[in-house]
């Protein structure tokens, strides 16, 4: 098992920064493939972005890229995001997601989901 506890959510004007959290435990955090996902009101959940155990590999979702970064202290066992120029759109909890499995990279479903921190971006 592993448990994921999601930090950092909060209220931003358009433009601003913000950076998220997922501290993991219960399991080799090196081994997870960490992904972020985002659920705004009335829509389905989302990809964000995800992050190799070694962190040799990310990928973006065309709405974020070069907006966010994913990131990761594998000696934390904390996986980052860091949001810049937030926009209305980006409303949403955010969900941090990890699994052992690589089959995620393809859009298989994650293993292991945190509760989620509220994103809201103002106008």
């Known amino acids: 098992q592993v448990q994921l506890v999601e930090s950092g959510g909060g209220l931003v004007q358009a433009g601003g920064s913000l950076r998220l959290s997922c501290a993991a435990s219960g399991r080799t955090f090196s081994r997870l493939i960490m992904g972020w996902f985002r659920q705004a009101p009335g829509k389905e959940r989302e990809f964000v972005a995800v992050i190799t155990g070694s962190a040799d590999t990310t990928y973006y979702a065309g709405s974020v890229k070069g907006r966010f970064t994913i990131s990761r202290d594998n000696a934390k066992n904390t996986v980052y995001l860091q949001m810049n120029s937030l926009k209305p759109e980006d409303t949403a909890v955010y969900y941090c997601?990890?699994?052992?499995?690589?089959?995620?990279?393809?859009?298989?479903?994650?293993?292991?989901w945190g509760q989620g921190t509220q994103v809201t971006v103002s106008s």
């Open positions: 997601a990890a699994s052992p499995r690589p089959q995620v990279l393809a859009g298989y479903e994650y293993d292991y």
